[in-house]
């Protein structure tokens, strides 16, 4: 089966083929091959390189919103034209699906830097936790521990490092 994958602006041609529980995906050149070990309606575990990996998602219609690496990820996924995608790696942080927020690790005004944890998000029965994408300054958090927070709704705005 082929698709587009729009990641981060650009389409790219995704080829996957199933055999079994093993999913081998072709972009150009490049071949991962995956075990799928288990897939539930918002949730599938995965096998490569012999490393187990869990990756919550949400699907609404041929839109894609999972966490990979700490952030939130939005894919559009078609096997016609590219459509326009999403990131975690805008200016602001929101929520990837409903949860409550557990923690809170930040405050106005804190700077931080790439990978450092920022929240817990308790979602789908598991804690997820939400880093900082790129290195800067916290300049609003727009929730409250213990809040359930929905799909969409920015948690924490980072403004990134200016560069010099």
Known sequence: MKRVVISDGEPTEVQLVRTGDTVVVSMGERQESFQILKTTADEIQFLSNGVMFRVPYFRSGETLEFLWNGEHQTEEVSSGAPKRSRSGREHSLAAPMPGVVL????????????????LVLEAMKMEHQIVAPYDGTITSIACKEGELVQPGVDL?????????
């Open 156 to 164: 924490i705005v980072v403004a990134p490092e200016e560069k010099k």
């Open 103 to 118: 923690k809170i690790f930040v405050s106005p005004g804190a700077v931080v830097t790439k990978g450092m944890p920022l």
